[in-house]
Every structure is written in C-alpha cells, then in structure tokens.
Nanobody, 124 residues
Framework: QVQLVESGGGLVQAGGSLRLSCAAS????????MGWFRQAPGKERQFVSA????????YYADSVKGRFTISRDNAKNTVYLQMNSLKPEDTAIYYC?????????????????WGKGTLVTVSS
C-alpha cells in the first residue's frame, strides 16, 4: 500500500513562495504518475499539477501555470511543488496523489492513493 505524506505548508504573504513536498513509501515510486490537488473551504477539490514517472511530462491547471512548478526525485521517492507569486486565492489544503494512469490522475477519476494534505494560507 502506497503511503503519501505531504509537508511544507504554512502561512505566507501574497507574492511569497512555498515549496511543498510529498514523500512516498510502500510502493514503486517511479511507477506512478504523481500529482497535486487542492481544496479551498467550501469548494470542490481542484487539480493543480501532474508529473509523469520520469519527470519528462508535466501538466498544470491554468490558474497556476507560470507560477507553480512540479518536480520529482525518484531516488528520494519524493515529489515537489514549488509555488511562487502566491495569491490569496491559492489558500487551500494541498493534497498529493499517485496513480498508475496519467488520465486517471489528471481527470481525478478513481485516483488510487492520496495523502492527508497540508494547509497553505496566503494572506493579502
């Protein structure tokens, strides 16, 4: 069973930066498509970004394109989300996710593994 543990959330002022990490265990990390989602209070879960097994393919929601960067280190079983130029509307719980399928992860349909989330709060 794959376990995902997020870290790196916190409180930051608008315009600031944070780097989220997601450490995976219990599976073959390099086999999984990894992604980040977020859920703001009172809103539905939203796709943020995805990265394929090698790191050679990435995908971003329009709302974060140009500000967020996803990366992975297969030797460390970790995926990262570098968040720059943060805005108050980026405030949410950020979840790490893993799937064997690119489509499953990017359309958020039956993703196999989820972390418990880390809170990001951006003050204005």
């Amino acid at each position: 069973q794959v376990q995902l543990v997020e870290s790196g959330g916190g409180l930051v002022q608008a315009g600031g930066s944070l780097r989220l990490s997601c450490a995976a265990s219990g599976g073959t990390f390099s086999s999984y498509v990894m992604g980040w989602f977020r859920q703001a209070p009172g809103k539905e879960r939203q796709f943020v970004s995805a990265i394929n097994w090698s790191g050679g393919r990435t995908y971003y929601a329009d709302s974060v394109k140009g500000r967020f960067t996803i990366s992975r280190d297969n030797a460390k079983n970790t995926v990262y989300l570098q968040m720059n130029s943060l805005k108050p509307e980026d405030t949410a719980i950020y979840y790490c996710a893993a799937s064997i399928s690119w489509t499953t992860l990017t359309v958020d349909n039956g993703i196999e593994h989820w972390g418990k989330g880390t809170l990001v709060t951006v003050s204005s």
